[in-house]
């Protein structure tokens, strides 16, 4: 892989790791280890039959987990402490031909996971006022959705996946920008 396509795997597997960071790993650990992709040096540890199967088992958890109004904002606050590293990580090992895990690429990927971490933590809060389970499940699989289809268009098609995650970024933070002006003027005191 040439380093452009390094450069756009980095980034969105610190991206998808915010989002869903156990499926993430599984998957690249997975791809890794079934050949359908070689993995940078770093990133071979992904495809150790442990962290396969341990991340596997642990996105099943995180999969129902998520599903629950409440808890699944429990369970991403708690996961900030995980999910940052491991972007962090991913996108550090995609970037390091040499397997030296650079300074300045832990700090961007740390940036990248945490800015797609804050973004679907937000999103969720907001989605948990609605005292209706069906906006949250629906967006839980949403999630599960842009997760796997940005594990698969990464390794066939990185710049793609790279496009597709800036947008829905984009379209994410305009959405909860709106959302918040809307809740800010409703509750602003009118004149009498």
């Known amino acids: 892989m040439s380093e452009a396509h390094l450069f756009a795997l980095g980034v969105v597997l610190a991206w998808l790791a915010g989002m869903r960071v156990y499926l993430t790993v599984f998957g690249v650990g997975l791809a890794g280890a079934l050949g359908w992709m070689e993995l940078p040096s770093a990133l071979q540890v992904?495809?150790?039959?442990w962290v396969i199967a341990a991340c596997g088992l642990l996105a099943v958890v995180e999969f129902f987990t998520d599903k629950i109004p409440g808890v699944d904002s429990v369970w991403d606050l708690l996961h900030t402490l995980l999910r940052v590293p491991a972007?962090?990580?991913?996108?550090?090992?995609?970037?390091?031909?040499d397997g030296?895990?650079?300074?300045?690429?832990?700090?961007?990927g740390a940036g990248v996971t945490l800015a797609s971490h804050?973004?679907?933590t937000g999103t969720r809060a907001l989605i948990n006022t609605s005292p209706?389970?069906?906006?949250n499940w629906t967006t839980s699989l949403g999630e599960d959705a842009v997760a796997v289809t940005g594990?698969?268009?990464?390794?066939?098609h990185p710049w793609?996946?790279?496009?597709?995650?800036?947008g829905v970024t984009l379209a994410i933070a305009l959405g909860v920008w709106w959302v918040w002006r809307r809740l800010a003027r409703a509750l602003q005191p009118r004149p009498s």
């Open 46 to 49: 992904t495809a150790s039959p």
């Open 87 to 97: 972007g962090a990580f991913l996108a550090a090992a995609a970037l390091s031909p």
């Open 118 to 120: 804050a973004l679907k």
């Open 100 to 108: 030296e895990l650079g300074l300045g690429t832990l700090a961007a």
């Open 132 to 135: 209706e389970p069906v906006s």
């Open 160 to 166: 793609i996946a790279l496009a597709l995650v800036l």
């Open 151 to 156: 594990l698969a268009l990464v390794f066939a």
